[in-house]
């Protein structure tokens, strides 16, 4: 599913190459987080795989706020830079939130910034953030639409559960978050016909949660005490409920970092204009 969209997106990039416009995303990972480091190597690979020029900043764990602004005001003025992506967590001593709100809404390819948040709630936007994109767009894939059904959102992040949300919303579904100060999470979840989980829980969903027949979407990652990776929802007692569950891995993270190619190529095309 992700590689098809990998492959629209290689399709649009190489028109535009042959336009001379060469979509390019720069991506900036502070410090040593291995799994950071994992998802960084990731998006590069696909930046190759796509025809997309990538251009990676590894920066020491001791860079300033500063350093860390300065070099984002120089890819926000460089042409040749179509999108900007700030890997996080960063580290604990510098400001997320100023370093996103000085990302060019126009190169913010994870659709963070406050400006393009907005343009989302107003479903007017550029760009939205990979990981519900790529949601909506396995949905789509399967020929589920979300019009008239129970979709219920477990978490309520910024990267995911608030604009997962709008976007079944949009699409016509009734919605509902939950979190971890819902009164009664497994009566909620048990109305769902769409369950998508990001609530950064290993294997906190189970069976006994889910309809009969629903559509179970895990976004999490998460290591358990073996080390194995592993969903937000327990797979074994899910599998026997849904209709539809995606694995962990293998199921959301290759269609989020497919949506990133998606806006890198939307970005060269919007910043070509
Ligand atoms: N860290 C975890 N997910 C993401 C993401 O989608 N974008 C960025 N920039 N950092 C992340």
Known sequence: MAVKVKQQ???AADALKAKGITPCL????VGEDPASKVYVAGKIRDCGEVGIESREYALPEATT?????ALVEKLNADDTVSGILVQLPLPKHL???AIINTIA???DVDAFHPANVGRIMIGDYDFLPCTPAGVMELLKEYE???TGKECVVVGRSNIVGKPQAMLLL???GTVTVCHSRTKDLKEVTLRADILVVAIGRGEFITGDMIKEGAVVIDVGMNRNSAGKLVGDVEFSSAEKKASYITPVPGGVGPMTRA???????KAAELNAK
């Open 26 to 29: 720069a991506v900036v990972i």
């Open 95 to 97: 400001d997320e939130k």
């Open 105 to 107: 809404p126009n190169k």
């Open 144 to 146: 589920i639409d979300p």
């Open 259 to 265: 949506i990133l190619m998606k806006n890198t190529v």
């Open 170 to 172: 949009h699409q016509n």
């Open 65 to 69: 706020q500063e350093e860390l602004l």
């Open 9 to 11: 997106q290689k399709e």
